[in-house]
């Protein structure tokens, strides 16, 4: 069977009325159902196209695909933002304990780096670990509402 623009145009949205969101999700499953309309054997595209929906599990399969997605990406913006964080906290420590080594040894640039140090602790690092339990606690709740 042959598809024209309009039933592509109709799939299309039909994916984005049952609530795939993704743009890639929605042209992979696109193109599935596509070949699949394709393939078969047939011309009445309504009964193609609802025997594809079937064949991937329905709408409520193709819903829970986008809500794995969006789970995934939303663990994956957790652990993006954790690692940051970790990162700028290391840098913070070492450049704090660089301005303590230079002022024991009372070497020049001592009071630059505590000063650097401090500033990033008080101005970055804190408000950047209260941004990031704020964000977490939003994001559990999400997950486990889910």
Do not use: V
Request: a positive charge; glycine letters at 4%; hydrophobic letters at 40%.
């Amino acid at each position: 069977m042959m598809l024209t623009d309009e039933n592509i145009e109709y799939i299309a949205t039909n994916l984005k009325f049952y609530g795939i969101t993704d743009n890639t999700l929605k042209e992979d499953l696109t193109d599935h159902i596509c070949t699949h309309i394709e393939c078969y054997n047939g011309n009445d595209f309504e009964k193609a196209y609802q025997e594809a929906i079937q064949n991937l599990g329905g709408y409520i399969s193709l819903q829970n695909m986008q809500k794995n997605l969006n789970e995934k990406k939303l663990i994956h913006t957790i652990l993006a933002r954790k690692r940051t964080f970790y990162l700028f906290s290391t840098f913070n420590i070492m450049l704090l304990a660089l301005g303590m080594l230079f002022k024991l040894n009372q070497w020049p640039y001592a009071s630059i780096l505590l000063a650097s140090g401090f500033s990033l602790l008080i101005f970055g690092t804190i408000p950047f670990a209260l941004y990031n339990k704020y964000q977490l606690s939003k994001q559990k709740i999400i997950l486990k509402n889910r």
